[in-house]
């Protein structure tokens, strides 16, 4: 949901005339290869809608902290298979439907990358200083 607002104030920033700078990050990156290893189950709950999800929705805190699966090679849509990762696999495909190259977010990422709107690195000038933005 947050990239989606972020494209959007984007979009409407260009429209009136301004700018609003995106800065692909590490994790954002990881996702768009298939690597989910360092998604909290929080963050898995925005995707897939778990019985866990549904039931924790009052208490955030009990989705926090470690990764949503805990078999490392579970945590990637190339390698994660129901019958090995049964826990995490459909967490996992959810999540590869929205950041896979035919996701929604996945491709809108990756257009606006190849289009020059979500950068590694910006940079600005300001009163004759230079500044460099990285994630």
């Not at 994790?27 to 924790?56: I, N, Q, V």
Request: glycine share 12%.
């Amino acid at each position: 949901a947050m990239w989606k607002y972020l494209f959007g104030l984007q979009d409407d920033a260009e429209g009136k005339g301004g700018t609003v700078v995106l800065l692909l990050g590490n994790h954002e990156a990881m996702l768009l290869k298939g690597d989910y290893r360092y998604m909290t189950r929080l963050d898995a709950c925005e995707y897939y809608a778990h019985e866990d999800c549904k039931s924790a929705a009052g208490n955030a805190a009990h989705l926090l902290g470690g990764s949503f699966c805990m078999d490392g090679s579970c945590c990637f849509a190339q390698t994660s298979t129901l019958d090995r990762c049964p826990g995490t696999h459909d967490f996992v495909e959810a999540i590869r439907k929205e950041w896979g190259p035919n996701g929604t977010i996945g491709k809108e990422m990756r257009q606006r990358v190849h289009d020059g709107k979500v950068r590694i690195a910006y940079r600005a000038s300001t009163s004759g200083q230079a500044v460099l933005f990285v994630h």
